[in-house]
């Protein structure tokens, strides 16, 4: 059974930093395009990052660049968001989800998600 467990949420000042885990169990991270995306109340989910297992591109939204890295531990099957200098703006409920080989660039084409882990960043 194909399983994708998000963790490592939870509430932290601007400036804070948190680490999210997404491991996947019933399959293996392999030629796959791993996303994290987020929704806050009342707004669309979108793309935050994404790494392709297949050949290590990442990629970061615009609002995340340069805060957010994407990373993977193969031996532990696991996909990490690294996030640094949180601002409240990045408030939001984090899933991670995955698609065959490739990131792709509509939240539609993820066809495995996971439950979500809530990121409140707050004073």
């Known amino acids: 059974q194909v399983q994708l467990v998000e963790s490592g949420g939870g509430s932290v000042q601007p400036g804070g930093s948190l680490r999210l885990s997404c491991a996947a169990s019933?399959?293996?991270?392999?030629?796959?395009?791993i996303g994290w995306f987020r929704q806050a109340p009342g707004k669309e989910r979108e793309g935050v990052s994404c790494?392709?297992?297949?050949?290590?591109?990442?990629y970061y939204e615009d609002s995340v660049k340069g805060r957010f890295t994407i990373s993977r531990d193969n031996a532990k099957n696991t996909v990490y968001l690294q996030m640094n200098t949180l601002k409240p703006e990045d408030t939001a409920v984090y899933y991670c989800?995955?698609?065959?080989?490739?990131?792709?660039?509509?939240?539609?084409?993820?066809?495995?998600w996971g439950q979500g882990t809530q990121v409140t960043v707050s004073s």
């Open positions: 019933g399959f293996t991270l392999r030629n796959y395009g």
């Open positions: 790494i392709s297992t297949s050949d290590g591109t990442t």
């Open positions: 989800a995955t698609r065959p080989q490739y990131c792709g660039t509509s939240v539609y084409s993820y066809d495995s």
